[in-house]
Structures are given as C-alpha cells and as structure tokens.
C-alpha cells in the first residue's frame, strides 16, 4: 500500500500538503500521510461541483450505467487491496474487510443497473370539461450539486451509498470521508478519475470538521447527505433551504419470544453476530436483547459461552473476530459506561481487560434503563441483556429509546410478527434475525434520534432528482 495520497478535486488528483497522518489502528504506527485540503479547496470544490450541474444532468444515463460498471470491475480487480486498507485504516478484522469490498461491489452494481430505470408517470389530466385532451407527463431531474459526509465505520459502503447514487442520478458531488478513516474513499476516487465523468463531477477532500461547514452551509450545494453523531441536527438547522438526509445511529433492541422461530444456538450465532461484528461499531449493532423469561435461562448460558470465545486482537489474523476501536478514546468510553452501569447495579456476565484501543466482548444482564450504556448509542462490542414476560412489554421497553433506526425479532408467531411491524417505533423490522443486517438495495433509515430520510440506492436517487412535470394541453 502506497504511503503518499493525494486528494481528489474536480476528477483529479491533488498532491497539497501531506498534514493528514493515517494510522494503522491495530499497532498505532503510522502507515501514510494524506492531502489536506483547506477552506479554498472545499470552495474550488463546491463551484466546480456546481458548475457541473449541466454536464452531470445531461450525461447520457448508458454512460453513466457504463461508468458505475467500470467501478464494479476495477473494485473486484482491487478486491485484496481494498480489504487490507480498511483492515488497516479501520482496524476491521480480514475476514470483515472483504465482506464490505463486497458491498461496495454490490452497492454499485445496484446503482448502474438503477440508472437507466429512472423513470417518470403519463397522468391523464381530463377530470373535467374544462381540460379534456389534456394530459401530462412527469420526469426525474437531478437536484444538482451534493455535499457528502460519512464516517469511519464503513469507510467504503458508507461512501458508496452516496456517491453511486449521485452518479446514477447524474448529480456531482463533494464528499469528505472521516479523516481517520481516509484511504478507502481514496480508492474509490483513484477509479472514478479513470472514467469520462464530465470535468467537475467529483471531489473527495479529507478536511476539517471546521473547513467542512462550507459543505453543509454554501447555497451552491443543492443537498446535503450526513451519516455519523447526533451532530446532524446541528447541520441540519445550518443547512438552510436544501435538502439534507441524516442516519445517525441507534441503540438497537433485539426481541426473542418464547417461541422463537430458530433453535436457540441458531438465535445465538446471530446475536454474537449482531452485537460484536466490526466490534459493534455499527449503527445497527445489537445493543439491548430482550429474551422472553420461559427461554432466558438457556438462552444466557449459550450467550456467555459463547462471548467468551469470540477471539480480539490482530485484525490481520484470519481467527480474529474483534479487532481494535477506532482510538483508544472509545475504548475508554466504554469502559467507563460498562463500570457505571455496574455500580448502577448491572452484572456482568462476560468482560475482559482493555488495552490501548482494543476492547474484548463484554455483555452485561440488569443494565439499569437510565444508564448511559443502556440509553446511548455504545458503538462498541457490548450488549445488555434483560428478560420480558410478555410480548407487549418487550415492544413498549424495544421502545424505549431516544432512537428507532432497526429491531430485530425472533418469534414464530406470524401475528406477533405483524404485531411488531406495527408496533416498533424504527425504520425497519427484520423478523428472524438480529437488526444487524442490511441489503444495499432496501430502503435503509430511522425516526426519532436516528435520523431523516431513507438511503439504499433506489431511495438515495429519489432524493437525489426532483419531479418535473409536462402538461401537454390537447
């Protein structure tokens, strides 16, 4: 992996100054220094991005289809390369890696074939004498120039759910990936360059949060699309008139009934799953599990045994599953959150010892409800676990939270199924599995604390293009 990066600025690469320091999150050493841009290089950005708007909305949508293909090839080609800068970047566990280099694949296979299907409506206008022979004739444009901001957790999918869409949608864009976590947005422009995107379509700026404000803030930017901290709703109120998506995480419940649907080492492979993939840093990790009482006993002896062998170290060796946090800062979060939560009485049933940033599996059973490790989003490889006695009270506990972004439940039960569709304040309700699961071509969002709007590719395009409508007067 080379050691020097440049940025990307209208389609090319930028060789500035080399202030940003990327680390290997595992060893702490340094592994390559970044551009930084500046306050004149997100503005050069945002007016080239905007004076793209012509170009981008009237590049032919085969091309644009031709250019996400050249994408989906170029990213199998790179597939090892792409996986082992997450793994360092991120920490993300090999194993973890590839299976996000596989989403990125995924997630703009979806986009190209989306692109040549964005279509519009024939509407028949004559609903009374006055207008018969009149018809009318809708199209999807493209709202113009984007800001994106992602985070460090999935440094290539996160940055795909937006760029891949505007591609398809004929929208340019700025994006800044997070700037622990730069390499892998990186990639992805060192690709795009390579295809005949009009001069201006893309920048990619790892920057300040500070020279960033211009992204959420400039009226040249017709939508703004934020996935990270509870910070979005800040950006939101100093967004002005455009348009602004938001997934901002959550601090998701998992319900399994006393007839669960699965056996319970099956419901237990998934909730290990759930709760510790990437080291639960995931918006969707399982954070709260709500076990019906008749099975918990079971259910908790499986759980604890299994926890303690989930392995932490090395995100290079094939065996580990958790690797480091994104710094040691969250490390120690955690920790403190897990040692409040038992002084506030919780049990701690699995727990190990914290070094620098590396954290082991922890799950704790009793968590008080009003402690911060119950209430806010952890982010990390912890989970409570409690007991329920009916499947009411485990929707109106489910609900309990400042956050609604997905649940998951096991029952085998169709009506209580239907019961938690309806009854679950989220954006998504995954029956038979952990609320840990996405499939980059559904509708993907929350409500309450969790944010505004939907991603998955057919989704982002809609926000990405407004309705234009012909009347054609007979």
Request: hydrophobic share 45%.
């Amino acid at each position: 992996m080379k050691t020097h990066w440049p940025y990307y600025l209208a389609n090319r690469p930028v060789r500035a100054n080399l202030r940003l320091e990327v680390l290997d999150k595992f060893s702490g050493e340094r592994v390559a220094r970044v551009a930084f841009a500046d306050a004149a290089a997100v503005d050069a950005a945002i007016a080239a991005a905007h004076g793209a708007r012509a170009a981008m909305a009237g590049f032919p949508p085969d091309a644009r289809r031709d250019v996400l293909e050249h994408c989906v090839r170029r990213f199998g080609e790179r597939r090892e390369e792409l996986a082992l800068a997450l793994c360092i970047e991120a920490g993300k566990p090999i194993h973890d890696a590839r299976g996000e280099v596989a989403r990125l694949v995924d997630t703009f296979r979806i986009a190209a074939a989306e692109a040549t299907r964005i279509g519009g409506e024939v509407l028949e206008l004559g609903v009374s004498a006055r207008t018969r022979g009149w018809r009318g004739m809708t199209k999807r444009v493209a709202v113009g120039a984007c800001s994106f901001i992602t985070p460090f957790n999935f440094p290539l999918n996160l940055v795909a759910h937006k760029v891949a869409p505007a591609i398809a949608a004929g929208c340019p864009f700025v994006l800044k990936p997070a700037a622990t976590t730069p390499l892998g947005a990186l990639l992805i422009g060192e690709v795009l360059a390579e295809t005949d995107l009009p001069r201006g379509a893309f920048s990619i700026l790892p920057c300040s949060n500070q020279v960033a404000a211009a992204l959420v803030e400039d009226e040249r930017i017709a939508l703004l699309s934020f996935t990270g901290g509870l910070v979005g709703w800040d950006m939101k109120a100093r967004a002005g008139r455009k348009r602004v998506t938001l997934e901002l995480g959550g601090n998701a419940a998992c319900i399994v009934d006393e007839h669960p649907g699965a056996s319970l080492d099956q419901v237990v492979e998934r909730l290990v799953f759930g709760a510790y993939y990437q080291g639960g840093q995931s918006c969707i990790s399982v954070q709260r599990i709500l076990v019906h009482r008749s099975v918990y006993p079971a259910l908790e002896k499986k759980l604890v045994a299994a926890v303690k062998e989930l392995r932490s170290g090395d995100p290079r060796d094939e065996a580990t599953f958790i690797g480091p946090l994104i710094d040691e800062a969250a490390a120690l979060r955690i920790d403190g959150w897990i040692d409040d939560a038992v002084e506030g009485g919780a049990k701690v049933l699995v727990r190990g010892k914290r070094q620098r940033n590396l954290l082991p599996a922890a799950l704790l059973a009793g968590v008080p409800r009003t402690a911060d490790l119950y209430r806010k989003e952890a982010f990390g490889p912890v989970a409570c676990l409690e007991a329920f006695d009916d499947f009411d009270e485990a929707i109106a506990r489910a609900n309990d939270s400042d956050f609604g972004l997905q649940a998951g439940v096991f029952t085998a039960d169709i009506g209580r199924a239907m019961q938690a569709w309806d009854g679950l304040e989220v954006g998504a309700v995954v029956i038979g599995d952990v609320p840990s699961v996405r499939v980059d071509n559904m509708p993907y969002g929350g409500i309450k604390q969790s944010g505004l709007g939907r991603e998955g590719v057919r989704w982002a395009i809609q926000d990405m293009t407004e309705e234009r409508l012909l009347v054609v007067r007979g």
